[in-house]
């Protein structure tokens, strides 16, 4: 099984801080100790539509950070119809 580990907001602020001072995602990935595919999957999660000066697609920490929270809240048994008590198949 993958061992997952979910960033912080302060994990995400830091890949936003480096990202507008121009690093690459390699560069990012060395500096906060974390993989390339993180840092991708982490850009494409926060990108809001706008431009840096530099024409890069902008990463937004708290646009990322809303969307794996909404992704954590819309996990598990979803509610369905109440039941009358009697176990399925019977």
Do not use: C, H, N
């Not at 990202?19 to 995602?25: L, T």
């Not at 926060?46 to 890069?56: M, N, Y």
């Amino acid at each position: 099984m993958a061992d997952y580990a979910f960033r912080t907001i302060g994990d995400r602020l830091e890949i936003q801080r480096l990202w507008e001072q121009g690093y690459s995602p390699k560069e990012i990935a060395g500096t906060v100790g974390k993989s390339l595919d993180v840092v991708y999957t982490e850009l494409s999660r926060g990108r809001d539509g706008t431009r840096l000066p530099d024409q890069r697609l902008r990463y937004s920490a708290e646009l990322a950070q809303r969307k794996v929270q909404q992704s954590l809240e819309r996990r598990g048994r979803k509610a369905g119809k109440p039941t009358d008590g009697k176990a399925a198949g019977q």
